[in-house]
């Protein structure tokens, strides 16, 4: 459950403490990292802790918590070391409503920011998820998608004329909580499957159902088939159609 006066307390005292060291956003990509950090962390003595040879975000004495905005492949020597011996939740935030804003590079000048037309959803995530597929069904592993509302500033940098495509991406202000997704169990991963889709579904139809590029829901295809969570069950056409997997036939 989402703890909103918490998370708004951590949120401004982290901002304010960022602001008065040398200014938000210089350290670059960290500034969710080190407000969900702070937001999971029950105490400040249980981040940065030395785990099997590798340091943890966040360890509460039983779990481990990790905060992974990108780059899940960087986690699987993380992962073989801990999963062994503790629970691990790995918790990815995901962009819900964002608002785009752009710094010129030469006067430091930012650009009013505009809202993108693009609302992010926990599918989002699935292409980090490939990278640590054969963790997936390990029962020790967890996995938490807190979607916020936020604002991206990003440096006019790029290879594109007007210098967008190809930018960097300069840091990431979370502006609200909005939902908080929790996968503690593979057959959790059952909730992404929508109850409106008709069997036998191809990924064509998957994909217009939640909404979200047809190459997209390849991938969540097929890390639910890789789960057991579905099941190839023919073709329509060249396209392979999916059927719910029912428990027993897991068993």
Request: glycine share 6%; net charge positive; aromatic share 12%.
């Amino acid at each position: 459950m989402i703890d909103e006066r918490r998370f708004e307390e951590v949120k401004e005292k982290y901002i304010f403490t960022q602001k008065k060291r040398s200014g938000i956003g210089t350290l670059k990509e960290k500034t969710v990292h080190g407000i969900l950090k702070d937001y999971y962390a029950p105490a400040k003595d249980m981040q940065e802790v030395m785990i099997e040879g590798y340091i943890a975000d966040i360890f509460t004495g039983t779990e481990i918590i990790e905060i992974q905005t990108a780059g899940f492949d960087k986690m699987r020597d993380k992962l073989k070391a801990f999963l062994p011996k503790y629970p691990v939740t790995i918790v990815h935030p995901i962009p819900h409503i964002k608002w785009l804003g752009w710094i010129d590079e030469e006067s430091g000048e930012c650009s009013g920011l505009r809202k993108s037309p693009v609302k992010g959803n926990v599918y989002k995530a699935f292409f980090e998820l490939y990278k640590i597929k054969n963790f997936l069904p390990d029962k020790n592993l967890r996995l938490c998608f807190p979607l916020l509302d936020m604002e991206e500033y990003r440096l006019l940098n790029g290879w594109s004329r007007d210098k967008k495509r190809g930018s960097v991406r300069y840091d990431r202000i979370p502006v609200a909580f909005v939902e908080e997704i929790r996968l503690e169990r593979v057959e959790d991963y059952m909730q992404l499957i929508p109850y409106e889709l008709k069997e036998p579904f191809t990924v064509q139809e998957f994909a217009k159902t939640v909404k979200i590029r047809k190459e997209q829901a390849q991938t969540v295809i097929h890390i639910l088939n890789y789960l057991h969570m579905i099941k190839r069950t023919g073709k329509q056409g060249r396209a392979y159609t999916y059927c719910v997997q029912e428990y027993n036939e897991k068993e």
